[in-house]
């Protein structure tokens, strides 16, 4: 198939975003507008200088630049700016629901009050829902090289917004820092009716998925790649139907994978598990939900079948009600029989 025809027919798929970090749709531009009137002095005189930065050899190398990226974020018009900003930009990519990240540490940790990072945030995803009529769900996401006493004390300051917040995950460098140490602050975030996803089996072993599983009692894995390492692992997760929300340029983009045609998405479709394509950081890695639905079609030689059943996947991994998650699907359905 010609690229052109394969980029029109995913642009057309409706789609459901799972797996993506707020603070890393902060696109260079949006960062050095934002510096500039909040008087902050980046430590690259230009964008070109910075992208020229986005060149990573693990997560720890991303992680670094990613919370330097995210330091212009001030007011709660920043956080307004940059989430409207992702919202636009994947609403005209055809993306309906999403599912996205904040990390309130990032922020709260350089005396940023929790109330300046949500209010900005909630009412772009408001005003999404209004006028572009994208559905959304909130994930607050714990920062696990810190310890579960700030993760605590970030559950605390959550709570007078609990109503605007439907789960909470654990992101940031995995290696070293176990699901295990947070078996308390997810406990403690069940109680508050929290939702529970954590990133595991990204750089981190499959022992972290089963921990993950097990101690944080998590209805999604993010990442989840390690899987394949374990025979006993991947049988619980299709058994189970627990949904692993991927994504390739990431994977790439980390060296989690060495190229994208050795992505295990194609082989994880083929064994039953619920797998799902998202974008992470769509500003760092080289694209948004498209992008990454394009590339790893292109270089996996995707069927039809597959594209279908990663875009149903998504919708049935969502934390959308069973009438919305149903009338979705059958969109994507309708879709693709129009196009066959
Ligand atoms: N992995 C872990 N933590 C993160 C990521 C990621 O890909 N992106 C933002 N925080
Ligand atoms: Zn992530």
């Not at 007011?75 to 055809?94: G, M, P, R």
């Not at 025979?231 to 190229?259: G, H, M, Y």
């Amino acid at each position: 198939m010609e690229s052109s025809d394969l980029k029109k027919i995913i642009q057309g798929i409706p789609k459901a975003e799972l797996h993506m970090h707020l603070e890393g749709s902060l696109e260079p531009e949006l960062m050095f507008e934002i510096a500039g009137r909040n008087d902050i002095t980046l430590e690259y005189d230009s964008i070109e200088l910075l992208k020229e930065a986005y060149s990573f050899n693990n997560l720890q190398e991303f992680l670094d630049i990613y919370y330097t990226g995210a330091q212009v974020l001030i007011h709660e018009q920043d956080f307004f700016d940059l989430t409207w900003a992702y919202l636009t930009k994947v609403h005209s990519q055809n993306v309906v629901h999403v599912e996205v990240f904040f990390d309130p540490q990032t922020h709260t940790d350089r005396g940023i009050g929790f109330d300046v990072v949500i209010n900005g945030i909630h009412r772009a995803l408001e005003k999404a829902k209004t006028e572009l009529h994208i559905s959304y769900k909130l994930i607050m996401s714990y920062l696990r090289h810190l310890s579960e006493e700030a993760a605590l004390q970030t559950l605390e300051s959550s709570i007078p917004f609990k109503h605007w917040i439907d789960g909470v995950g654990l992101d940031s460098s995995e290696r070293s820092n176990p699901p295990s140490k947070f078996v308390n602050v997810f406990e403690a975030s069940a109680k508050h009716g929290y939702k529970l996803v954590a990133h595991a089996g990204e750089e981190g072993p499959a022992s972290y998925i089963w921990e993950a599983l097990d101690l944080l009692k998590v209805v999604r894995i993010d990442h989840g790649n390690r899987c394949l390492d374990d025979d006993a692992l991947f049988q619980r997760i299709v058994e189970q139907k627990i949904p692993l929300t991927l994504c390739p340029l990431s994977n790439v983009a980390l060296k989690v994978i060495d190229k994208m045609e050795d992505h295990p998405v194609a082989t994880m479709l083929d064994k039953g598990i619920i797998a799902t394509i998202h974008s992470d950081d769509p500003a760092y890695f080289g694209g948004y939900m498209n992008e990454n639905y394009y590339e790893t079609a292109k270089a996996l030689n995707l069927t039809m079948n597959q594209l279908m059943q990663l875009a149903v996947n998504a919708f049935e991994a969502s934390w959308l009600s069973q009438e919305a998650k149903e009338k979705q699907i059958d969109k994507v359905r309708n879709y693709f029989n129009l196009i066959s």
